[in-house]
């Protein structure tokens, strides 16, 4: 079926890096655009991040723009975040989601299980 | 940047009740609206898609409407697992989500 599995978090120390992936199966990758969104301990949803099918546009919520890149390996069928310079506040549930269907503005149809990210000293 | 806000942020109603959210957008986004449920530890699951499409699957106590700045969802007949927090979002620029309104079964 249509599945979409984060995984990649765990607890690191203000300043460090982590990557995090999302396998997907179920339908053809190579032709949707992809997303992270966040969720902070207790609060609402955050998008962080969207990368076109073919990974020619990317774009980013300000507060992540120069520490976050998003990447996708289309052969693998796997999303990538890449998270340096890692900040308290960065500290959520991540989630990666499809995009409904080949259009750029539609809603997300399909979404991870979420993988924690917790950044601590 | 386009803001997004909902109301209530929470509210309490009996099932069979009919509820309506509304959400606010700052600047028209035509209708590049968007509705999500969540549960608590769940991820969020998309009601409806394009202001008024309803997704596949969702029953059609569910509906959306609105263009614009100004959206609302409603349900129709509330049942018990519809507690949740519902989430809208844009997707005109970038793909900001409203703070979310909290819906409890009395």
């Known amino acids: 079926q249509v599945q979409l599995v984060e995984s990649g978090g765990g607890v690191v120390q203000p300043g460090r890096s982590l990557r995090l992936s999302c396998a997907a199966s179920?339908?053809?990758?190579?032709?949707?655009?992809m997303h992270w969104v966040r969720q902070a301990p207790g609060k609402g949803l955050e998008w962080v991040a969207v990368?076109?099918?073919?990974?020619?546009?990317?774009y980013y919520v300000d507060s992540v723009k120069g520490r976050f890149t998003i990447s996708r390996d289309n052969s693998k069928n796997t999303l990538y975040l890449q998270m340096n310079s890692l900040r308290a506040e960065d500290t959520a549930v991540y989630y990666c989601?499809?995009?409904?269907?080949?259009?750029?503005?539609?809603?997300?149809?399909?979404w991870g299980q979420g993988t924690m990210v917790t950044v601590s000293s | 940047d386009i803001q997004m806000a909902q109301s209530p942020s929470s509210l309490s109603a009996s099932v069979g009740d009919r509820v309506i959210i509304t959400c606010r957008a700052s600047q028209s986004i035509s209708r590049y609206l968007h509705w999500y449920q969540q549960k608590p530890g769940k991820a969020p699951k998309l009601l409806i898609y394009a202001a008024s499409s309803l997704q596949s699957g969702v029953p059609s106590r569910f509906s959306g409407s609105g263009s614009g700045t100004d959206f609302t969802l409603t349900i129709s007949s509330l049942q018990p697992e519809d507690f949740g927090t519902y989430y809208c979002q844009q997707s005109s620029s970038t793909f900001a989500f409203g703070p979310g309104t909290k819906v409890d079964i009395k």
């Open positions: 990368i076109s099918y073919d990974g020619s546009n990317k």
């Open positions: 179920g339908f053809t990758f190579s032709s949707y655009a």
């Open positions: 989601a499809k995009i409904r269907a080949d259009l750029w503005a539609d809603g997300f149809d399909i």
